[in-house]
């Protein structure tokens, strides 16, 4: 392979390519020290390793019965629309709807230049204050949704052996055209050894679905690793972002004085019906920024 070098003040550097050597390269590292190479270097392959550019999404009704399907679904349709405005692809995998056409669960494959990076703090538990439709006495409720991001990478750091999976069959039904309807093309996996399962239903094929579910399920035994590897090493940014768990709350959208607030930064913002339509840019950029707010915990 050909490589190309140039000088630095202070030492050499090696690109892979020629190509690779621009002039924005150059311009970038032609004044720093080796410290400051050593570290945009690192920060450059965390890029590549650590944000990929595919994610699982998964939401999921908690406490509250039908108004917490509703409010899944209408999360679901926020990052939706979000990932409309960042150019991404959307796809659903799995969906599970209730009565009210709300979500039990839902799971969503998000394909797009830094999806994980700017999605990574959005896993937890989200909480809506509101009145529900149904509500005749006018009283104010309080329901849950839970939020999962997994990144999709290409290595994973664990061995998977295969007589730990269990793998069941159904039809899918819905939309697809007759094979998906009269075949059993939906599949679900079961990671026997810690109970993690995996449904995909809109894939066309049974295969197709196959290799879907046991991406998403790796995914999450890829997740399950890392979090036990962070809880040994408990930082500053995990303290000031939290855990990133899905038991955790992190944000509550109060829609009767139109609020959203992000307990983890302790910060507010207002115009529910435009963020509920995709507007969390803001958001999304403060918590990225880790700087903490004065919001009182509600």
């Given at each position: 392979m050909e490589h190309g070098y140039f000088f630095t003040k202070k030492f050499l550097v090696l690109a892979p390519s020629r190509s690779q050597v621009s002039k924005k390269h150059i311009r970038n590292y032609l004044y720093m020290d080796w410290e400051e190479f050593k570290k945009n270097r690192n920060a450059n392959h965390l890029d590549l390793e650590e944000f990929p550019n595919e994610?699982?999404?998964e939401v999921r009704a908690g406490a509250g019965g039908d108004e917490a399907s509703l409010f899944a679904w209408e999360l679901a349709h926020m990052y939706e629309k979000f990932a409309e405005m960042q150019g991404w692809?959307?796809?659903v995998n799995y969906e599970s709807k209730s009565d009210l056409s709300g979500y039990k669960e839902a799971s969503f494959e998000i394909k797009g230049k830094d999806v994980f990076k700017k999605m990574r703090y959005e896993t937890g538990v989200h909480r809506v204050q509101r009145i529900p439709a149904t509500e005749k006495n006018g009283?104010?409720?309080t329901s849950t949704a839970s939020v999962a991001v997994l990144p999709i990478r290409k290595k994973i750091t664990f061995q998977v052996n295969?007589?730990?999976?269990?793998?069941?069959?159904?039809r899918s039904g819905g939309k697809g055209g007759q094979n998906v309807n009269k075949v059993e093309t939906?599949?679900?996996?079961?990671?026997k050894p810690t109970g993690l399962d995996v449904r995909s239903t809109n894939e066309r094929s049974q295969l197709a679905n196959r290799e879907k579910a046991m991406m998403i399920l790796t995914a999450k035994l890829q997740q399950?690793?890392?979090e036990k590897e962070a809880s040994k090493h408990a930082g500053i940014r995990k303290n000031q972002i939290g855990t990133g768990d899905r038991s955790e709350k992190i944000r509550t959208y109060n829609f009767s004085q139109d609020r959203v607030t992000d307990h983890r930064i302790k910060k507010s913002w207002h115009n529910l019906s435009k963020i509920m339509e995709g507007g969390i840019g803001d958001i999304i950029e403060s918590i990225d920024s880790g700087v903490v707010g004065e919001e009182e915990e509600e």
């Open positions: 994610i699982v999404l692809q959307w796809k009283r104010v409720h295969p007589a730990d999976f269990e793998t069941e069959y159904s939906a599949v679900r996996i079961i990671h399950l690793e890392e």
